[in-house]
């Protein structure tokens, strides 16, 4: 019994994972609830229809609104008649430019802690046009349906100015350094150029990615209402304070007078942020004095919601004939639009990839006429992995290496650009288990010699890879009840990812209590802490600052216990939580439970809140999820038609939390990556900066005939400088799917394909 006490005690040092910290033992810990297949809590909610989403939230009187959206890229309205659309059935308002409430543009992403917008356009304030598919009216009737036809009674005339809508028109008025988070992502070590020209074995090719529109399953939607001064917004979102804090900044009211909810999320990949859609539904409902419901149609989202930009990239690499790398360079342009912050940054997991002694990395940017394009799931690292590792595969070629041997041989020491080692790396191991695993030394390394009737068949491999982060701001607020109950509030989000399954096994264990005794509050800006989710961080945000809220709550219950509990003089980093109440690190027998410390002191309940530590340990060392993606296709000689048949993914993301929802994490991302290799592609008219294939129908994202049965497989080896171990998972799956099908396609054909998508036209 002692000795299950032990594992399960918690050393309550904060910061653990900083430097200096003892690594926190519950991280190794292998036999309680971290890491335990549970299932998503939301799970049975969702099945039974009934999780509100953004557009389900009752309101009496509500209206409903539908956007018009302009035709042309750039210009003003020339003339606007909304007199048919007025008179309509059901319509309560038309809202344009000449009647809407004055307004602040949003602000932009990145430009401020707490920016959560696409975009820092004026929203309807005046007759200008800067995209094709900006919003230009807004219609509020008593029913979608009604609202949806009045909208098409709009009479609007535009007169068009020059826009650039071409990428290659924009390359030729030049291009500017893209600046990420503020900074240029220029970098040069040594001489790479010279470095190149003297290696023997060297590959400079170019790598083109097209465009992508985001899909969540849910299309963006809101639940608008206005309290008096206050604003309440049921959002899609995975930003709900820096919703609320932009939303105020907007409408000129404080952070506190706006209130953004977002239980429920059908995905959001990056997308689910402030873009103009609530706006226009927060003025539409102050303007009618009616709540709102903003539910954009599927091309709405086309129109209004940013999503991948294209990327053009030479990937260059001079090895000598053992196959080290002497020089590596990633170099290439991608366009934007001078009213957002994101360049695709598509060098970033080359900066840690391989060891090299001359580097080579920038990123230009060029801009367009055209929605602004925002984050979309591992930006820069799912199509900048497409040239590196297609790039390295290109060079196992060239040497006649194993590609696996290659990238082993090239394994660097510490972070080969900015010196840091590496907080854990186990990616030769990934690779080991994944090869064996996958049949790997079954792949005949000439390409084209593998036939099954019509089908040629290959295998491709790739490393996948994305940074940890871990975003300041972070803060908990815990409440214990007498009856042994714990309530974990963070202004947190669950798009589906599983966070709050994730969240409360880990809490649970951590305080020594049953999944069922924890419950964990989440997805409202007026819970605690600015937690988004994005950048694969969120989980490692809530562990640090549930960490930082348990020592505070220990703290204050060891006053509670005072001088007749088994605990009497101990110091809150000498005890744990353990069997539903806290006891000494080392002397497990004197124990108290939760329950009695707070039935001794009269107490019902006690609650702290408390912050996590910046995240220092980003300094210290180079932190990265790392994995080896292996694909097997089936290409048809007579039709071109890729068929991937065997998927599996081996990864190195610290410590799993949750096998269960992490291998779907992994899954999901895997398809999006061989949505991203073989279909996904904005047909974007480059004379009109139009979007042409504005729904599922022309956008072809994979669907459950494209997706073979994918295995996925993890190392689990803790990470002992992030808080529970864990990295990131939610966006490393999209990493290197593009390269390990393009280079299975290579084993399967010898035709090497450089341009996304692969579709059967370029086979042929
Ligand atoms: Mo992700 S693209 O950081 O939601």
């Given amino acids: 019994v002692a000795q299950t006490v032990v594992q399960k005690a918690v050393e309550l040092a904060p910061e653990s994972w900083l430097p200096g910290g003892k690594p926190d033992p519950l991280i190794h810990q292998k036999h309680g609830l971290i890491g335990k297949p549970v299932s998503r809590i939301d799970g049975p909610l969702k099945v039974q229809g009934k999780a509100p989403f953004a557009?389900?939230?009752?309101?009496?009187?509500?209206?409903?609104?539908?956007?018009?959206?302009?035709?042309?890229?750039?210009g003003r309205i020339a003339s606007l008649d909304t007199s048919e659309a007025e008179a309509a059935p059901g319509v309560v308002l038309v809202m344009t430019y000449r009647n809407a409430p004055r307004m602040k543009a949003m602000p932009v992403f990145m430009s401020e802690a707490k920016a959560a917008g696409g975009d820092n356009l004026p929203v309807m304030q005046d007759d200008r046009i800067h995209w094709n598919g900006q919003p230009v009216a807004l219609v509020l009737a008593e029913t979608q349906e009604q609202a949806d036809h009045a909208k098409t009674l709009i009479r609007l005339t535009y007169e068009a100015e020059p826009a650039t809508t071409s990428f290659a028109e924009a390359k030729a008025q030049g291009t500017h350094p893209g600046l990420f988070m503020g900074s240029p992502?220029?970098?040069?070590?040594?001489?790479?150029?010279?470095?190149?020209?003297?290696?023997?074995?060297?590959?400079?090719?170019?790598?083109?990615?097209p465009r992508h529109s985001h899909n969540p399953i849910e299309p963006h939607a809101a639940t608008i209402v206005w309290q008096g001064d206050d604003l309440v917004v049921h959002d899609a979102s995975q930003a709900v304070t820096h919703t609320a804090w932009s939303l105020g900044n907007i409408f000129g009211i404080e952070e506190a007078q706006v209130h953004v909810t977002s239980p429920y999320v059908g995905g959001g990949f990056g997308s689910k942020t402030l873009w103009q859609h609530q706006v226009l539904g927060a003025a539409a409902a102050k303007l009618a004095g009616r709540p709102v419901r903003i539910a954009l149609s599927r091309e709405g989202v086309y129109r209004m919601i940013g999503g991948r930009t294209l990327t053009e990239q030479r990937l260059a690499i001079g090895a000598t004939k053992e196959g080290h790398f002497e020089a590596i360079i990633h170099t290439g342009t991608a366009p934007m639009t001078h009213h957002n912050a994101m360049p695709e940054p598509f060098i970033l997991a080359t900066k840690s990839a391989y060891a090299a002694r001359n580097f080579k990395l920038d990123v230009e940017v060029t801009y367009l006429d055209m929605l602004a394009n925002t984050f979309m799931r591992a930006p820069g690292e799912s199509v900048g992995t497409f040239a590196l590792e297609s790039a390295?595969?290109?060079?196992?070629?060239a040497l006649g290496m194993d590609p696996v041997e290659l990238r082993a041989v090239n394994e660097p020491e510490k972070d080969p650009t900015d010196n840091k080692p590496f907080s854990s790396r186990n990616i030769v191991e990934a690779y080991r288990t994944g090869a064996e695993r996958f049949g790997w030394s079954k792949r005949n390394p000439v390409p084209g010699s593998v036939r099954?009737?019509?089908?040629?068949?290959?295998?491709?491999?790739?490393?996948?890879?994305?940074?940890?982060?871990?975003?300041?701001?972070g803060a908990a607020k815990l409440t214990l009840t007498r009856d042994g109950r714990m309530q974990v509030e963070i202004a947190a989000h669950e798009m589906g990812m599983g966070t709050a399954t994730a969240q409360t096994q880990v809490t649970a264990e951590r305080f020594g209590l049953e999944l069922d005794q924890v419950s964990f509050a989440y997805g409202d800006s007026f819970l605690p802490g600015q937690v988004l989710a994005g950048g694969s961080q969120q989980t490692a945000s809530i562990g640090a600052s549930v960490v930082a809220a348990q020592h505070a709550l220990v703290a204050e219950l060891l006053k509670l216990a005072g001088n007749d509990s088994p605990l009497a003089g101990l110091r809150a980093d000498e005890v744990g939580g353990m069997e539903g109440g806290l006891a000494k690190l080392d002397e497990p027998g004197r124990h108290e439970t939760y329950a009695s410390i707070l039935s001794r002191a009269q107490r019902d309940e006690v609650s702290v809140v408390a912050s996590a530590p910046p995240p220092l340990e980003t300094m210290h060392w180079s932190m990265h999820s790392w994995g080896a993606m292996f694909c097997e296709v089936r290409v048809n000689s007579v039709t071109g038609e890729v068929r991937v048949s065997r998927f599996l993914g081996s990864f190195d993301c610290g410590r799993i939390l949750n096998a269960k929802t992490a291998a779907s994490q992994f899954?999901?991302?895997?398809?999006?990556?061989?949505?991203?290799?073989?279909?996904?592609?904005?047909?974007?008219?480059?004379?009109?900066?139009?979007?042409?294939?504005?729904?599922?129908?022309e956008y072809h994202v994979p669907v459950h005939l494209d997706v073979p049965e994918i295995e996925v497989m993890w190392t689990d080896i803790a990470d002992p400088h992030a808080p529970?171990?864990?990295?990131?998972?939610?966006?490393?799956?999209?990493?290197g799917v593009g390269a390990a099908v393009a280079n299975a396609i290579y084993n399967a054909t010898g035709k090497r394909i450089r341009d996304l998508p692969i579709t059967l036209d370029k086979l042929m």
């Fill in 452 to 473: 099954d009737g019509e089908w040629q068949v290959g295998m491709g491999v790739a490393t996948s890879t994305y940074p940890y982060h871990r975003m300041p701001g």
């Fill in 55 to 74: 557009a389900e939230f009752p309101m009496d009187g509500l209206t409903y609104a539908a956007v018009a959206f302009s035709t042309l890229p750039k």
């Fill in 392 to 397: 390295v595969d290109e060079m196992a070629v």
């Fill in 724 to 735: 529970m171990g864990a990295r990131g998972i939610g966006e490393i799956g999209i990493t």
């Fill in 185 to 209: 992502m220029k970098q040069e070590i040594g001489d790479a150029e010279a470095a190149l020209a003297a290696a023997p074995v060297k590959v400079d090719v170019t790598y083109t990615t």
């Fill in 667 to 697: 899954r999901g991302g895997i398809i999006m990556g061989l949505g991203m290799a073989l279909m996904e592609e904005t047909q974007f008219d480059e004379r009109s900066g139009r979007v042409m294939n504005p729904s599922l129908a």
